[in-house]
């Protein structure tokens, strides 16, 4: 039986593992080699763009928990960005271009996979198909949804992403290597302290720099966590100071020193040789970029191999539109997944994918469909995007989606291990009842 999937990111290549080792022959359709987005660099599939990070990989966090909840469904993504995987403290951070080339090797490795480099614009519902065409989904594509979906719920809102900078061109002398509070090795993060005096005129430029126009069709609304840096800055002097410049559990190794704040660059790649400043999503033009983030000590000379760019992130209204499993509500063959469905970050959207594809092969051999329980971060996030809500906004894993314990515990960090280890000890016991491999 053919199956389509629509878009080659993390979601879409995730669905199509999925049906592949079941069997199905599958035609995944990416338009990048034909008509670019405005942020992909490459036609890679699996393409990271906002960061190389897929977050934490600790049990006592949200992210790690949704990680731990993939492995147990055989999520190969995870594995790709394990063989890839740079030095980045508790993160799984990798490098990009191999990430993107292991997924393509399992992908090509079946018979059954068929690529197709075409923009695709109609959406034929006969067949069925997962819709992953994600945040940065075309103008045609995203005519072709509002019309099977209705064009007053079709949605936008921006997402800004953050510079990288070479690593040769980094004064390391003003310049040192250290985590926070010492979590995983020193050479992960590679640390800018600065004075207050330093701080307060960096602050002053950000503030006063002058930013990209957006055309009219361009206005929206910007998800929290992916603000640009500047505007996070206009609310006040303290906001990125503890944010993502905050100076806490981060000393100076060579001299003891502490700071007023920090900038953190994260490595890229193992060998160092670009960096990513963490944090520093931004939609201040090209020129203004080198201008300010220059005054960052160690960076007056910085070499940007990518700047910053705020895009647009289409998502739809989810609990009017899909049920639980990710399928249209209303039509037998259309599921989504990925950011289009309100699920906001990388994982998450690799989670989305392999659901969605567990869903629709249930539909296909007319046994039970999945949906993991709500102690579960992957159970959560399924009802998050089915539930009622006047204001859907997308969400990212986190524990407050969780119901909460049967016991109180006062201890922070043991209470969200005690959140990880409900989850895992749920998800395993409910993957018994199908066929998982």
């Given at each position: 039986?053919?199956?389509?999937?629509?878009?080659?990111?993390?979601?879409?290549?995730?669905?199509?593992?999925?049906?592949?080792?079941?069997?199905?022959?599958?035609?995944?359709?990416?338009?990048?080699?034909?008509?670019?987005?405005?942020?992909?660099?490459?036609?890679?599939?699996?393409?990271?763009?906002?960061?190389?990070?897929?977050?934490?990989?600790?049990?006592?966090?949200?992210?790690?928990?949704?990680?731990?909840?993939?492995?147990?469904?055989?999520?190969?993504?995870?594995?790709?960005?394990?063989?890839?995987?740079?030095?980045?403290?508790?993160?799984?951070?990798?490098?990009?271009?191999?990430?993107?080339?292991?997924?393509?090797?399992?992908?090509?490795?079946?018979?059954?996979?068929?690529?197709?480099?075409?923009?695709?614009?109609?959406?034929?519902?006969?067949?069925?198909?997962?819709?992953?065409?994600?945040?940065?989904?075309?103008?045609?594509?995203?005519?072709?949804?509002?019309?099977?979906?209705?064009?007053?719920?079709?949605l936008h809102f921006y997402d800004a992403v953050a510079p990288i900078i070479s690593g040769d061109s980094l004064d390391y002398d003003k310049?040192?290597?250290?985590?926070?509070?010492?979590?995983?090795?020193?050479?992960?993060?590679?640390?800018?302290?600065?004075?207050?005096?330093?701080?307060?005129?960096?602050?002053?430029?950000?503030?006063?720099?002058?930013?990209?126009?957006?055309?009219?069709?361009?206005?929206?609304?910007?998800?929290?966590?992916?603000?640009?840096?500047?505007?996070?800055?206009?609310?006040?002097?303290?906001?990125?100071?503890?944010?993502?410049?905050?100076?806490?559990?981060?000393?100076?190794?060579?001299?003891?020193?502490?700071?007023?704040?920090?900038?953190?660059?994260?490595?890229?790649?193992?060998?160092?040789?670009?960096?990513?400043?963490?944090?520093?999503?931004?939609?201040?033009?090209?020129?203004?970029?080198?201008?300010?983030?220059?005054?960052?000590?160690?960076?007056?000379?910085?070499?940007?191999?990518?700047?910053?760019?705020?895009?647009?992130?289409?998502?739809?209204?989810?609990?009017?539109?899909?049920?639980?499993?990710?399928?249209?509500?209303?039509?037998?063959?259309?599921?989504?997944?990925?950011?289009?469905?309100?699920?906001?970050?990388?994982?998450?959207?690799?989670?989305?994918?392999?659901?969605?594809?567990?869903?629709?092969?249930?539909?296909?051999?007319?046994?039970?469909?999945?949906?993991?329980?709500?102690?579960?971060?992957?159970?959560?996030?399924?009802?998050?995007?089915?539930?009622?809500?006047?204001?859907?906004?997308?969400?990212?894993?986190?524990?407050?989606?969780?119901?909460?314990?049967?016991?109180?515990?006062?201890?922070?960090?043991?209470?969200?291990?005690?959140?990880?280890?409900?989850?895992?000890?749920?998800?395993?016991?409910?993957?018994?009842?199908?066929?998982?491999?």
């Open positions: 039986m053919e199956i389509r999937v629509i878009g080659g990111g993390l979601a879409g290549s995730e669905a199509c593992y999925q049906l592949l080792k079941r069997g199905y022959n599958v035609k995944l359709y990416e338009m990048r080699k034909v008509k670019q987005t405005p942020c992909h660099t490459t036609t890679n599939l699996s393409e990271l763009v906002c960061s190389n990070s897929l977050k934490s990989m600790e049990n006592s966090t949200a992210s790690g928990t949704l990680k731990a909840e993939l492995k147990s469904l055989d999520c190969l993504l995870l594995r790709c960005a394990e063989k890839a995987r740079v030095p980045s403290g508790g993160a799984l951070a990798v490098n990009r271009k191999e990430f993107s080339s292991f997924v393509e090797e399992e992908l090509n490795s079946f018979p059954n996979f068929e690529r197709i480099d075409q923009e695709y614009t109609e959406i034929d519902t006969n067949i069925p198909t997962i819709i992953a065409t994600g945040p940065l989904t075309s103008d045609l594509m995203a005519d072709a949804i509002a019309k099977l979906i209705g064009n007053s719920d079709n310049l040192f290597f250290a985590t926070r509070y010492d979590k995983g090795e020193q050479s992960d993060y590679l640390n800018c302290g600065m004075k207050r005096e330093e701080y307060e005129r960096f602050y002053s430029a950000l503030i006063n720099g002058q930013v990209a126009n957006l055309h009219s069709f361009e206005k929206g609304e910007i998800f929290e966590s992916c603000m640009p840096i500047e505007v996070m800055a206009k609310r006040g002097a303290e906001t990125i100071r503890y944010g993502m410049m905050k100076p806490v559990g981060i000393t100076n190794p060579k001299t003891g020193e502490r700071y007023y704040a920090v900038c953190q660059l994260r490595k890229e790649n193992v060998q160092g040789s670009a960096y990513n400043l963490v944090g520093f999503q931004t939609n201040l033009t090209f020129p203004e970029q080198k201008r300010i983030f220059s005054l960052l000590p160690g960076l007056e000379n910085a070499e940007f191999l990518r700047y910053g760019v705020i895009h647009r992130n289409t998502f739809i209204n989810s609990p009017k539109h899909l049920d639980c499993y990710f399928k249209l509500k209303g039509f037998e063959n259309i599921y989504f997944a990925g950011q289009i469905t309100g699920v906001e970050g990388y994982v998450e959207s690799i989670m989305s994918g392999l659901i969605a594809s567990l869903n629709l092969h249930a539909d296909i051999t007319k046994t039970d469909k999945y949906i993991a329980p709500s102690t579960t971060i992957t159970g959560s996030l399924q009802r998050h995007i089915s539930t009622d809500n006047i204001d859907f906004q997308p969400m990212n894993a986190n524990f407050g989606i969780l119901p909460p314990l049967d016991i109180k515990i006062r201890d922070k960090k043991q209470r969200k291990i005690a959140y990880f280890n409900r989850a895992i000890n749920d998800i395993v016991n409910y993957n018994k009842q199908f066929d998982i491999k």
